[in-house]
């Protein structure tokens, strides 16, 4: 695909424009005409804000409809859309518009004053606009006496559609360049791999400042000119209801472990679905086979990142295995590689490297982590830790940044993580690398308990010992209520190793 991705997009609408688009739960039905109206009002916007091809618009929203036409306005006015957490603080903002310059800055309407503090701070010229929760603010106010269309783009490609930076977690964070190539590639693929039908529908209730959201989801029910239940955020007795009016929903474990929790999923509750996918963290197999058992549906789980949308997928029609994320998509290329870039065989653990027509085209301002971050043969190194087994299937043992190496042994906190889940009494776990005067590095493990487990810290390290090599059993064990985690249900290890540090110098 070379050119404009709107223009992909609009080659799928249905040609009635009157044919809802998104459902708001309790609200509006908005169709594709409105989408297309909207998006170009708000292009022509953009364009006398002072946004020209090439330019930056940052945007921190709530989720709405209009939110999405946004998005698309981006893409038809050839901005480069740069979507903010909602979470994001001063300090976090300041960076990225100093780092972006962004042109135009779209944000909540009770943000703007300080949006434009920030802009000033930044020493960027950039124009504020609002746009609330309702598609109430001053971007629909300048876009009201706009024209309704947009002449077709010329540029589209290896142009940037949009800038995604990294959480931050090992470093400051990076802004990965995705071309308008790049998620048209990946948006086709999925739409054709996962099987959309002219009849989906998608209830959708995940945010969308992130890949996941915004461009796996809307991208392919943009594709598939169908509707999406469009619901401002997960609540599992709301998506329990609204199973019965869709197709396929996509989550992450943390609204699957949920809805396992509620009584209320059940076969019937599911009647119309065909198909659950999940993403952006692992998914605990216990969870996995509850879900299984409850429903009667297997859930497909894949694997992806923000440099370039989604590396494999577990199959539509074929065995969908817990553990592991599937097989590389049909037009992505996956190896694993040693310490020594050595290509590994099937069955050894290494770094997952990855290469096709969706992996992003580096990091905005970043050259020379670009290429460090590329192979010679144009491998991009995921930092992600994983295996291919006999059959093909990938299985992700954890990041390489998480890698504790202790008394010279590699160990890889998944397989300790596993076996502690497997435990009864156990909910989940999270293991990490902490100093250690003698191994370098030692494990700490983090064990949310279920309510009334029997569970002690010596128990489970006393329980480990029969099964794991020793210099994997981790030195301390910690009990808790939760973990913390990110918008996506990322488990945030790195919170964990702050808040334990005093507690573990204290132990040692």
Known sequence: MQGNLFELFRSRFPADRSRPFIEIPGGAILSYGWLESTSARFANALAAAGARPGDRVAAQLDKSAEAVALYLACLRADAILLPLNTAYQADELDYFLSDAAPTVVVCQPHRRAELEGLAVKAGISARVLTLGAEGDGTLPELAAGQPADVAPSSRGGDNIAAILYSSGTTGRPKGAMMSHANLASNALTLHELWGFRPDDVLLHCLPIFHTHGLFVAINCVLLNGTAMIFCPKFDAEQAIG???????????????????????????????????????????????????????????????MTEGGMFTSN??????????????????????????????????????????????????????????????????????????????????????????????????????????????????????????????????????????????????????????????????????????????????????????????????
């Not at 197709?247 to 396992?260: D, E, H, I, N």
């Not at 027509?357 to 590329?374: H, L, Q, R, V």
Request: proline share 7%.
């Open 242 to 304: 609204l199973l019965g009016r869709a197709t396929v929903f996509m989550g992450v474990p943390t609204f699957y472990t949920r809805l396992v929790a509620s009584p209320d999923l059940t076969p019937a509750a599911c009647r119309s679905m065909r198909l659950f996918i999940s993403g952006s963290a692992p998914l605990l197999e216990e969870t996995f086979n509850v879900f299984r058992d409850k429903t009667g549906f297997t859930i497909l789980e894949r694997y992806g």
């Open 315 to 508: 199959p539509l029609d074929g065995e969908r295995r817990a553990g592991t994320v599937g097989f590389p998509l049909p037009d992505v290329e996956l190896r694993v590689t040693g310490e020594d870039g050595r290509v590994l065989p099937r069955g050894e653990v290494g770094i997952i490297e990855v290469r096709g027509p969706n992996i992003f085209k580096g990091y905005w301002n970043m050259p020379d982590k670009t290429k460090a971050e590329f192979t010679a043969d144009g491998f991009f190194k995921s930092g992600d830790v994983g295996v291919i087994d006999d059959r093909g299937y990938v299985s992700i043992v954890g990041r390489a940044k998480d890698l504790i190496i202790s008394g010279g042994y590699n160990v890889y906190p998944k397989e300790v993580e596993d076996a502690i889940d497997r435990m009864a009494g156990v909910v989940e776990s999270a293991v990490i690398g902490m100093p250690h005067p003698d191994f370098g590095e030692a494990g700490l493990a983090v064990v949310v308990a279920a309510p009334g487990a029997a569970l002690t810290p010596d128990g489970v390290i006393g329980s480990l010992k029969g099964r794991l090599a020793n210099y994997k059993v981790p030195k301390q064990v910690v009990l808790v209520k939760d973990l913390p985690r990110n918008a996506m249900g990322k488990v945030q290890k790195n919170v964990l190793r702050d808040s334990y540090a005093g507690m573990w110098k204290a132990n040692l």
